[in-house]
């Protein structure tokens, strides 16, 4: 997709089931460990801002990094996660890009125990499409327990 | 649209994008407290019923005042409420209606606490198209826990 | 459908909606207690195997019972389900199958009492268009908690 070709450019239907499809692949990588290929969702330069962290993580490097501590973290207490997103608001901006505002859900379950809620937030993306797929260019993830 | 003129009508992949957008903007509005915002997304006359109150609100006017008060006491209470829409079921109803039918849950959390579900309830609505945009003419909203 | 007509298959986005609205009014269904309504969405030779289950239900009339049973309970209980999913992802297969991973939530509000998660899953679906919806050829529902 370039969206300089006006022709090329998904209607509004199609772009919204890209976004529905890009996240639900994205946050199924991230939550079965495979964090090298989840990684490859954001751009080379992508950032990831979180009010829960002092700082936000610049580029792939530092986003792979980030997600692979917290992965082996769960994985070596036996926690499943699941990370929701819903209430997905897709508004076009500039060119190949997309803003993109939804509510985001973690949901653990310990090995044997109960699943709960871990935090609730709202998401806030700037995605662009490089010509094969959706991915990341910004990140923000606002936890609502730390506003 | 105006589905008087029968080639104008949006297929089902079309429609179906439309109530989830409109449902995201929707809530994030009644979310982020801009209350005025919100109530323009019920038609002049919409009605608001829930099984929690003992009657409907009825018309803007009353729907607006209802969702301020709510608003601010949980603004005063320092909780961030999250309204989640899932499992939506659209069917075209009469002329440029539809009517749909899904979940929602209230998800809270207090500043500092732990998110958890406040409510499950189901979520009956009668949407109109005014030209512009989806309006709510009609809502029932269903608690599971009064049933 | 046929995918055999190549014409005729549906895009991304039409496909992408009809199995959400296929989850939706799947999961109203059961949770209506509509057993009988509910087990027509599995192709007569469905499968429903699950992790907490010992043998998986073979055939619409194992899948009948199995979720009569299940219904009963909850009705005795006066327990109110809500079956969610989320994060679909769906990928074409061959002819007229497709293949659909998502996340599910089971939602539980006991008449008069607090809401809660039951439990969290991963639910892998094989879809197959019969010429007049979808069905659920084949479905593996794993339990975060019994991994």
């Known amino acids: 997709m370039t969206v300089t070709d006006e022709a ?3 209607g509004a239907a199609a772009l919204y ?9 994205q946050m199924q990588l ?11 969702t954001f751009t080379e330069d992508g950032v990831f801002a979180a ?3 002092p700082e936000p993580a610049a580029g792939r490097a530092a986003i792979t990094a980030a997600a692979a501590k917290a992965t082996e973290e769960y994985a070596a207490k036996g926690v499943q996660r699941r990370h929701w997103l819903g209430m997905v608001s897709v508004e076009p901006g500039t060119r190949n890009r997309v803003n993109a505002r939804c509510y985001a859900l973690v949901i653990e379950t310990p090995r044997g125990g109960q699943a709960a809620i871990r935090v609730s937030t709202l998401c806030e993306d700037r995605l662009v499409h490089d010509g094969a797929d959706w ?3 910004h990140r923000q993830v606002t936890r609502d327990d730390l506003v």
């Not at 089931?17 to 692949?25: D, E, G, I, N």
């Not at 991230?30 to 490859?40: H, S």
């Open 8 to 10: 090329a450019a998904p």
């Open 135 to 137: 991915l990341v260019e």
């Open 17 to 25: 089931q890209q976004v529905q499809q890009f996240y639900a692949r």
């Open 51 to 53: 009010n829960a962290h």
């Open 30 to 40: 991230l939550d079965d460990g495979r964090v090298a290929e989840w990684a490859l």
